[in-house]
Each structure stands twice: as structure tokens, then as C-alpha cells.
């Protein structure tokens, strides 16, 4: 499969033309195969590689025979995440380069993207796994000494998904791909409310080709257990799609609300120990979360108990659970505006019917769960390591990680109970 690329450049039914930086991106067997052209296309001569040791067992010995002589770096995977020092560990290692080549999933692809905006280098993708949305996006969401943020980065000018490559990854990480992909259901919600209350822009085309992603996606939920060509390919594509979204939108609204929000929570480790889950797993179990609490907040929105709340700003002694304070403090940068000033009480009272109707959009937290563990993904908090009594904790703080307006922040306006 070829991404039509120029049909997504096209003038948008929105008003705008969306761009894209991505040049070519091919999913299919043999993909990888299509590297050395690339390479040859491009006139490059220092290309670098930058993958793991399992990495390198998957994918990173077959492109270093169709390029002999490529720079190797291979990273030690235990305890490897996207964060300051995966990025010391390329940059202890880099030395002179033309073009990075990413073969791996999601932390070697962040490191590398990271790491290629700060040489000013373009890079290449090639996945190991359908693991994560975000092989083409243009910024790398990293835990930088402790803080989980945007990091500036460069998108990949091209991206060589070998089937035969990713269909064999194990299949956890599928399952957390899935998992990540299927929180657009809660980050989609959140983009319309900010709409329809805000006005804030919105695109109707890109929302409609991820929610078709998502839906054939999850009509193949058994072959991605099983490694079936044909549904791993869809969920490369429902991911990719994703992070293109992302690229058209100029940031990462159209991907990521309340659902990424909580697994970003739990990332920084501000009310829970360290978590060995993969982001996907996360983001599954805060989509499970969040399409519960909007399920349930629909409900108060139409019932005679709706009212609104006399939030005066940012709970700043929430805030106190960061408890490192370099971090306390990007907290509180980040929420020196907060998005719920924007809010018109009036409007908000005016349009809670209709919200209603938008929270109802998101499936059911039951279903939810059956979709996730069908994958072989977790969907509740024990699945990955969390106790169930952080839930309103976790729903309460989360809003904070991100200066953004998600349905799970509006309830601040209200007197809903968590």
C-alpha cells in the first residue's frame, strides 16, 4: 500500500489545505527493500542507523547488508524510554551523518527524530512494530527529566513499513498500537466540545478518516493476534493516519485528549511508582476511564442536578502532587492560561444538551474493555500495575498535564462528581 499523500494535500472541505512534510510512505511486503533506492535518490553518504538490540535482530541486520558500510548505533533496550537519556545515548554515539534511519518502534523513532532536528539531518522510518501513532509525527512526546512533554523534532521525509517485518512483532505491541489508536474516540470528542463551545477550529474530513480507521481496524481484531498480513497492515495505516492528522493539523489535537492525558499522568509518576506498560497500554486503560466518567457526565449534563460550579481557576494544591519541583513549576507554566477561561458559563449552560449528545458519541467503557482485551491489550487499572483507587485522583490531576480543553477538564465547571 502507497498513502495517497497528494489526495491529503488537496484543498480541505474545512477551508484549509493541510501540509504535509512526509514525502513517501509505503506499507507492504518488502517495503524495507525500497530503503536503498531512497538512500540512492537522495544522494546520501554518511546515513546513520539507530535502532535496539531487538530492533536490530528484527529489521536492523537487514538493512545493514542493503547498505553496507551505514553507521550503527544499537541501543541497550532494558530500561530504554523516550526520554533525556535515550537522546544522550544517540548523541554520545552519533558522529558525522547525512540522514538518520529509525528501525524500531516508538522510543528509538522519538530519540531519533529528537536527535535529527538537532543536527539539522533529515530522517528515515522503518517500523518494527505498529506500536505507537506516531512514526510520522513532527514532534517527539518525550519524559524529559521527569516532565512528559512536546519536544521539537522532524517528521520522517519517508517511512518503509515492511509487513514482514511488523506482523511478527510480538504482540503486545500490537495490541498497545491498537490501543493508542482507538483513544481517538475520546481525543476526537474532546476536539468537537472545544468546537462547539469555543468555536475553537475544527476539521470534519480528518475526523471522519481516522473514526474509518478506527472502525476497520477494530473489525480485525483477531488477525492482529495472530499476525494476519492484511489486519496488521490496517492498524499501521489507522496509526500513521494518525500522525498525519496530527502533521495536517499543526499539532496533536486531532490524537490526543483526556485519554493521552492520564497515561501522561501516570508516565510522570506523580501519583503512582514507576509503571512497566507500554504507552498504548496506558492510553487503553485512560480511554476505558475517560469513556466512562463522559459517559456518566452526559448523564448529569441532561439531568435537574446539572449546575454549574464556582471554579475560581487552577486547583493549584492538586498541583503539590508533583512533587519534584522543576517539574511542579512546568506544571505551572503550563497552566498559567488556563483553557477553561475561555468557556462561557452562559454557552456551557446553553450547550450542555448538546454535549451530552457529543459525550454519548464515545462508546461505552464496557465495550471499550471488550475491544481492548479481544486485541490482547490491558483495560483496566491492575492490568497495568495501578490500583482502581487512583481513578478520581488520576481523572482530577490529569486535566493539568496539558494546557487543553478536554471534556475531563470542563467538568471543573460543574458540580459533577468524580
Not at 249 to 272: F, Q, Y
Request: aromatic fraction near 6%.
Amino acid at each position: 500500500m502507497k498513502v495517497d499523500l497528494e489526495q491529503l494535500k488537496k484543498p480541505c472541505s474545512c477551508g484549509r489545505t493541510h501540509d504535509i512534510s512526509v514525502e513517501e510512505i509505503r506499507i507492504e511486503s518488502g517495503a524495507a527493500a525500497l530503503l536503498p533506492r531512497w538512500i540512492e535518490k537522495k544522494n546520501y553518504r554518511k546515513p546513520v542507523m539507530v535502532c535496539d538490540e531487538n530492533t536490530y535482530e528484527a529489521a536492523g541486520k537487514t538493512v545493514a547488508a542493503m547498505l553496507p558500510g551505514i553507521g550503527i548505533i544499537c541501543l541497550d533496550p532494558k530500561g530504554l524510554h523516550a526520554d533525556e537519556r535515550a537522546v544522550a545515548l544517540v548523541a554520545e554515539k552519533l558522529t558525522e551523518c547525512d540522514v538518520l534511519v529509525a528501525v524500531g518502534a516508538g522510543t528509538v523513532h522519538d530519540a531519533t527524530r529528537y536527535t535529527a532536528h538537532e543536527r539539522g539531518v533529515p530522517f528515515i522510518s522503518v517500523p518494527t512494530a505498529a506500536s505507537v501513532d506516531g512514526f510520522v509525527s513532527t514532534v517527539a512526546a518525550m519524559t524529559w527529566y521527569g516532565y512528559k512533554k512536546t519536544m521539537p523534532a522532524v517528521a520522517p521525509e519517508a517511512v518503509f513499513a515492511d509487513t514482514d517485518i511488523f506482523s511478527k512483532a510480538p504482540v503486545r505491541l500490537s495490541a498497545s498500537g491498537f490501543g493508542d489508536l482507538l483513544g481517538k474516540y475520546t481525543a476526537l470528542i474532546d476536539w468537537k466540545a472545544g468546537h462547539l463551545l469555543t468555536g475553537e477550529y475544527f476539521c470534519d474530513t480528518i475526523c471522519g478518516m481516522e473514526l474509518d480507521a478506527v472502525r476497520i481496524v477494530s473489525e480485525n481484531l483477531d488477525g492482529i493476534r495472530t499476525g494476519d498480513a492484511y489486519a496488521c497492515e490496517q492498524l499501521m495505516y489507522g496509526l500513521i493516519l494518525s500522525g498525519l492528522a496530527m502533521q495536517m493539523i499543526g499539532n496533536s489535537r486531532p490524537a490526543s485528549g483526556a485519554e493521552h492525558h492520564l497515561s501522561h499522568l501516570w508516565e510522570m509518576e506523580a501519583v503512582n511508582t514507576h509503571v512497566d506498560a507500554y504507552h498504548g497500554e496506558k492510553v487503553g486503560v485512560g480511554l476505558k476511564i475517560a469513556a466512562d466518567i463522559y459517559h456518566r457526565f452526559a448523564d448529569y449534563l441532561e439531568s435537574s442536578d446539572f449546575a454549574l460550579s464556582d471554579y475560581k481557576g487552577v486547583e493549584t494544591e492538586l498541583l503539590t502532587y508533583f512533587a519534584d519541583p522543576d517539574v511542579k513549576k512546568q506544571i505551572e507554566e503550563e497552566n498559567a492560561v488556563d483553557p477553561l477561561a475561555d468557556i462561557d458559563r452562559a454557552v456551557l449552560s446553553c450547550k450542555s444538551g448538546e454535549l451530552a449528545k457529543l459525550l454519548r458519541k464515545v462508546p461505552a467503557g464496557e465495550e471499550i474493555a471488550m475491544l481492548l482485551k479481544k486485541a490482547g491489550a490491558p483495560a483496566a487499572m491492575e492490568d497495568i500495575g495501578l490500583s482502581e483507587e487512583l481513578v478520581p485522583l488520576s481523572a482530577r490531576l490529569s486535566p493539568y498535564v496539558r494546557r487543553r480543553l478536554t471534556c475531563m477538564r470542563l467538568i471543573k465547571l460543574t458540580d459533577f462528581v468524580l
